[in-house]
């Protein structure tokens, strides 16, 4: 028995003492950050761009947490950056759901949170400020995309790829692109399921809505993700017809992989929703620290990208023009 | 040396406690904010999956097996999140909440027991039916509106230590249920047929000891243990979503084996699944004080239970041997 | 013709359930047995083959003796796929001499054709759980479970992609285009799995581990070690992608107008086949499923045929984790196979083996898989919400799974038989 | 006036009627013997009569008024407790709890009194004079030890009737000296018992009355005095005494030896036995007598590479050699029918034909494989050589009975046709025709130069049968007798030591 006991605290140990025990510094900006998990590319990459963040900045330091896309344990981690009393809290919320008490525990503690790419629904007094997209206005510009070059068609017919259920982006972005293309009726989404933001799945569900009627004849694909895109092309390949000629492809994120696709001419359009979230967060977190007031949101700048250039898809307030996709941007994009 | 003198069907529990004891140790002394007093969120953290740890150590102990938790979970959390969106007042909703997966943990009894369906593979459809009712009810996550209960709950009935530590009435819940539990395991005549058939089922019937009706009930407990988890779940993260808990029988089933619970049943403590849990929440608690990828609390959690089992392993083969001598 | 009755009872409920979905399909989804002969990447599609002007109800007898026939008289069950040319080759040619004027080439050959459509479809979506079910059955007929090949696949899937990459980054393109380099990931991958099978083996005959708790081990951490293995050489695990087109062939290549993985499904199957029936693996594996001890009386090294039977099974699952590789030539550790070890113990139990062990039916499990493919084709076909799919699928899997539960029958029929003798009082 | 009363009788399974109306009827403070052969019924009479089963036809009468029991439960209540014939108890829970379970004492709140609980077994087991720790698991007692709790167990309640099914079958002398005392000082009490067995002078020593079954139908009903065993025998099997006397007087003893065919020098497994040596030679039959647990199975198993000899070396053949797993002894042509059917031997699901092939194919690996046409002719043959009832060779092993799953599982070992073939306990639970038949049968093998060794708790078999007799005492070899010396009255002695 006392055997077993050494065996098990040999294990643990060594397991569990791989970091030094640190004590705290004051002029260095201990910070938590809470990531939703690594599902897709797009969120490999913001991890990617808040980790080379961190390198540039000597002054940071930073305990990262992959809930692996449960809220509990991101509530966990929360709530373990609380206990270590850290400077600055910053997650991206897994569902918009339920943080309403942690992040209360965390004003009691006083510590500022700082949410980023996704939002929470609860009292915007119990963060400081919310960094990311607008996946609402990612739907829109996808739709304006393809209202400024839609076919000449009496009818066109769009199959929806949409994320994870009852994800926040896939959602929004669905509200956002029906908001737009309600104004022009020919344009109508005949088919609509979800792929579940993975390339997998996103084949999968696409290889069967194109043996379906609807599947048959239809114009115009808009993939809540680039991943799924990515699944959708394959599958319209092997179907004989030409992605991006036959059927218009439009996805968000902009990720390399995507670009490339569109640059051959294999899809059209990529609304971007930039994962590079690294630099702008951790200038928010270091003026929060700091003490300095801070702007409740902040848009992440995102481009959108196609093979034609030049098309107004902004809105009133934020106009924005398409940029058309380069080998230079190509080689220039990080992710 | 004097761990040698607990009796051989101890030693699981012992083992368990002990790596627990290790491991918060080296917890303490390692990690800045990780302290004494870190016992309490582990409870605060956990207890939604130690109360259904209990309804699957039951299962198990019977000789069974229920894979249907994370679902339930899922299903009670948005239920309730739906019907106080509905403007029904929370009473209403755990009520019924509670009532629906007693009547499913009852539904899967007594298929298992009438038409003698293995039970991996029945609950195994239970898992996937109620995912699917919980979509069915709402796809996407709804946040759990407070109400006067709801409030009442919260803030009365739980306890505050000092001002970091307080302890939600759902610890509460979980500890009141445990005691319960080991009560109702140990020193009832239900309690005791459990273990019989999880023993030998064949005995037990010729025994006398009513089978069909002790295996439906304890599923049925099961069931109400599910659900009562998925309340404790809604209190703790204020959000219902059909896709909470995907995987989470397995958390459950790992915490019960940790526990030092035998898969074949008839063997274990309930008071040991509550180690278990403790075990698996501190493992993953560390790794995030710790930063480390989370792809190691998987491997970890994994090799700690390959070094239970082993254990496991010799005990029984060190029990048998001693019979055989005799 | 008592003992076929026999040997094939286990057959009739999966068969029966499969065929009640075709016709659903057949009646309420359009064009759902229409089979395309399409020509390999061009873009023109060469019209419908045959049946364009068929209602479904006349398609639907053609369609479903192609599912059905095999078990009845014991052909692999992927049969059908090769069944499929006699029933169209004669349109194709049709289409052929009518497609040759715009051909240049002319002349139709099968190299550059192959089927397409849902049937087809289905059968390429189920490769993944039609191999695990291979291997699952053999287990469970041990009377064992392994609940770990999700993350084996995930695993090996893994190994490939990261060896791919490397190669892709490492050795010039020409090189790759040429050589046969894409072997060796997969051999790789391969092995790899089967040291997964091996380890699992140990626990549970070496080692005398409860089945379920074994796999346990490595399906929890076996996901995390792909996750490492996608690390390698990164910061961070990652989705690694790759390009090669020999490897993407497994999976998305056509033989003789048949997909490739079907072809892989087929020979697993025949060698699985040949391997249980033709030698005595099959009996030794069915008693030592039944009652072990009395195996080890009878002379039968029961530990070396549980553990080979997960070995098998480890095989097949990484067979099965580099088909899912080469679908999209990207793996993702976090969700390759995720829960598939569930769909393959699905398949194998609706097909007719028992949990408990002892008899295994391998073409049951392989109906079995086609089964729930079906199912969440028709789903799909039926604009049903993905996320609400579990719910039929779970209806289904009670319904068969009580059907195949002798008690379930007899009651009924007691029911049935009390019924006419009442009638008869009266 | 009769305290149970059993009218026409009937039971049906799947076809096959098990039971065609059974009047029976059992007066309180009486012994009463339920004999026939395996499949004749007495199983399922009892399990009819404490409510496993329920009947197709006829009814139960307990106390003078009919009753339906549901479930053993029910007839507990009622007053008939059983005792089944393998022993059927918790191993992973406390002596108490097996004794008490289903009626442990209980506190005011309801809770499982645990002092009263053990107070109540340790009476219930004092009333059988045993002493133990019933705190302890009972999987830590010797089956002896087991089987007399179940008995206590049966006990505990205050019952009217007592059904014992067959509850010598793993007691020693002494173990069963002990019983047949409890059961007198029962009776005593005036308590009915039925009572079980195959062992015919049990019987004898305590039964008053004694019914006889013979396929599913009552034979009759006579007081034990009056009927002797002869007849008894005859009425069991239908056969005349004289055919007996016949079938017991056809077997001859083989006497031409061939030289050594399996020798082993102190073999013994630290624990388990201690070092034995003991050869035998070609048409030889040796017998290995000694009581329960004095080690003679384990010889056998240790001989067959069951469970693997730490010490001693063994030679087939004159050829050194080590089975230490099953696989060398088959290959090398030894074979074992180890003593407990259901769990060493029959693979249930499995067909007659593949049980019978299942040793040879082992032999013979996995690549080479016996064509379906071999199979088929070998079960047709051993089916007609050994008497097997059954439609045919596609039939499922379990729904034979025992005897007929015995002969299979004889089939399987001749089938590799064996140079060493040992039987532990090859009668055990199978009727006096069979028995009659096995004998004669390991008498023939020995003339066709096969070796035998024979185990047998019946010392008149082993003393009948055998050429040569090692006499083991706690798990030691104490002795052995050759030819003329073997009598009850040495072997006794030897084993008495």
Known sequence: MNKFATVIMAAAAATLLVTACSKKDPNKTYVGISQVGAESDWRRASTKSIEDAVAQRPQIVMTFADAMQKQENQIKAIRSFIRKKVDVISFSPVVSSGFEDILKEAKKANIPVVIFDRAVDTDPSLYVSLVGSDFTEEGRRAARWLIANKPAKDSIKVIELSGTAGSAPAIERQKGFAEIIESTPEIKVVVSQSGNFTRVEGKKVMENILQTPEGKDFDVLFAHNDDMALGAIEAIRDVGKVPGKDIIIISVDGIKDMFQEILKGNANCTVECNPLIGPTLFDVIEKVKKGETVPPRIPSLEGVFDSIGGIEVGNEETPVQTTKITQEIIDGRAY | MKTFKIPLRYVPIAATISV????????????????????????????????????????????????????????????????????????????????????????QGCLIHYFSLPPFLLTLAGMFFVRGCAFVVNVSDVPIKRDAVFDFVTDNLSISIGSEITISFYVVVYIVLLIAAIIFSQRTRAGRNIYAIGDNELAATLMGIPVGRTKIMTYTIAGFCYALGGVAFAFYLKSGYASHCVGMEMEAIAAVVIGGTLLTGGVGYIFGSFFGVLVLGLITALITYDGLDSCWSRIIVGLLMLVFIFMQNMITKISKSKSKSH | MKKMSNKYRHLVWPLASLALLLLYNAFFTEDFFKVYVKKGN??????????????????????????????????????????????????????????????????????????????????????????????????????????????????????????????????????????????????????????????????????????????????????????????????????????????????????????????????????????????????????????EHASRYAGIESRRIKWLAYIICGFCAGMAGLLTLCDTKSIDANNAGLYLELDAILATVIGGTSMAGGRFFLSGSLIGAILIQTLTATMIANKVDSSIIPLPKALVVIIVCLLQSPVFRAKVFSLFASKSAKGGVQ | ??????????????????????????????????????????????????????????????????????????????????????????????????????????????????????????????????????????????????????????????????????????????????????????????????????????????????????????????????????????????????????????????????????????????????????????????????????????????????????????????????????????????????????????????????????????????????????????????????????????????????????????????????KLLILDEPTRGIDVGAKAEIEALTQELCGEGMAVIFISSELEEVVRDCDRVIVLRDRKKVGEIAGSDISLKNIMKLIAG
């Open chain 3, 42 to 291: 061009a873009s023109e599609q060469t019209q419908v083959v045959g049946k364009k002007d068929n209602t479904p109800a006349a398609q639907q007898p053609v369609a479903q003796p192609t599912e059905q026939q095999p078990p009845a008289e014991q052909q692999p069950v992927a049969q059908p796929t090769e069944q499929q040319p006699p029933a169209e080759q004669q349109p194709v040619a049709q289409t052929a001499e009518q497609s040759q004027p715009e051909e240049k080439d002319g002349g139709f050959s099968i190299f550059d054709y192959h089927f397409s459509g849902t049937p087809v479809l289905i059968l390429k979506q189920g490769s993944e759980v039609m191999l695990l079910a291979i291997g699952m059955t053999l287990v469970i007929a041990t009377g064992g479970i392994d609940i770990s090949v999700g993350a084996v696949m995930a695993i090996a899937g893994a190994v490939a992609a990261l060896l791919m990459d490397m190669f892709e980054h490492q050795l010039p393109a020409s090189a790759m285009e040429t050589g046969l380099y894409w072997l060796i990931p997969v051999f790789a991958a391969l092995l790899l799995a089967t040291l997964c099978g091996f380890w699992n083996g140990m626990l549970v005959a070496g080692c005398g581990i409860q089945p379920m708790v074994a796999t346990l081990v490595l399906m929890v951490s076996g996901r995390g070690m792909a996750q490492l293995i996608t690390s390698i050489g990164r910061s961070k695990p990652e989705q690694i992608t790759f390009q090669s087109e020999q490897l993407a062939f497994l999976r998305n290549g056509y033989v003789l107008m048949v997909p490739c993985c079907l072809w892989i499904v087929v020979i697993m199957y025949i060698i699985a086949g040949l391997l249980t029936r033709k030698t005595a693996l099959g009996l030794f594996i069915e008693s030592v499923g039944n009652n």
């Open chain 4, 1 to 418: 006036m009769d305290l149970l009363q059993t009218k026409g009788i009937e039971k049906q399974f799947l076809g096959v009627k098990a039971l065609k109306g059974v009047d029976f009827s059992v007066k309180a403070g009486e012994i009463h013997a339920l004999m026939g052969e395996n499949g004749a019924g007495k199983s399922t009479l009892i399990k009819i009569i404490t409510g496993v089963y329920p009947a197709t036809a006829g009814s139960v009468y307990f106390n003078g008024k009919e009753c339906k029991f549901r479930s053993p439960l029910d007839a507990e209540h009622a007053g008939i407790s059983t005792v089944y014939q393998e022993v059927n108890l918790l191993p992973d829970l406390s002596v108490a709890e097996n004794i008490c379970i289903g009626r442990e004492p209980r506190t005011k709140l309801g809770f499982i009194n645990k002092k009263k609980l053990k107070e109540q077994a340790r009476k219930a087991l004092a009333r059988l004079d045993i002493d133990i720790n019933v705190g302890e698991n009972l999987s830590s007692y010797s089956i002896a030890i087991q089987q007399l709790v179940a008995i206590a167990r049966a006990l505990d309640v205050d019952c009217k009737m007592l059904i014992l099914d067959e509850p010598t079958s793993s007691l020693d002398e002494n173990e069963v000296k002990e019983l047949f005392s409890v059961m007198k000082k029962l009776r005593e009490e005036g308590m009915a018992i039925i009572f079980i067995t195959h062992f015919l002078d049990q019987v004898y020593e305590v039964s008053d009355r004694i019914t006889i079954l013979r396929d599913g139908q009552l034979v009759g009903s006579y007081d034990a005095k009056d009927l002797p065993r002869i007849e008894m025998v005859a009425k069991m099997i239908g056969k005349t005494p004289d055919q007996i006397n016949q079938m017991q007087a056809s077997i001859v003893k083989n006497t031409k030896f061939g030289d050594v065919v399996y020798e082993a020098k102190g073999i013994g497994c630290t624990g388990t036995i201690s070092p034995v040596d003991l050869n035998i030679r070609a048409g030889e039959q040796l017998g290995l007598a000694g009581l329960l647990g004095s080690g003679r199975s384990e010889v056998a198993q240790m001989i067959f590479g069951v469970d693997p000899h730490d010490s001693g070396a063994m030679t087939m053949d004159g050829r050194p050699v080590n089975f230490n797993r099953p696989q060398k002894a088959v290959k090398a042509k030894v074979a074992l029918i180890a003593e407990d059917r259901k769990v060493t031997g029959i693979i249930p699901d499995l067909t007659i034909r593949e049980n019978i092939i299942l040793a040879l194919q082992a032999s013979k690996g996995i690549w080479k494989t016996l064509s379906p046409k071999q199979q088929e002719e070998m079960t047709e043959k051993y089916i007609k050589l050994l008497r097997i009832k059954t439609p045919s060779g596609e039939q499922l092993i379990k729904h034979l009975s025992g005897g007929n799953q015995q002969k299979v599982l004889i089939a399987r070992w001749l089938a590799t046709s064996p």
């Open chain 2, 20 to 107: 627990f004891c290790v491991v918060y140790l080296i917890g303490i002394i390692c990690y800045d904010g990780f302290g004494v007093l870190s016992i309490f969120d582990l409870l605060q953290d956990n207890s939604y999956l130690g109360i259904a740890a209990i309804g699957t150590a039951l299962v198990i102990l019977t000789g069974g097996i229920d894979l249907s938790v994370g679902s339930v979970i899922a299903f009670t959390t948005i239920l309730i999140a739906k019907i106080l969106v509905a403007g029904g007042n929370a009473f209403l909703a755990i009520s019924l909440a509670l009532a629906l997966g007693t009547l499913f943990g009852f539904c």
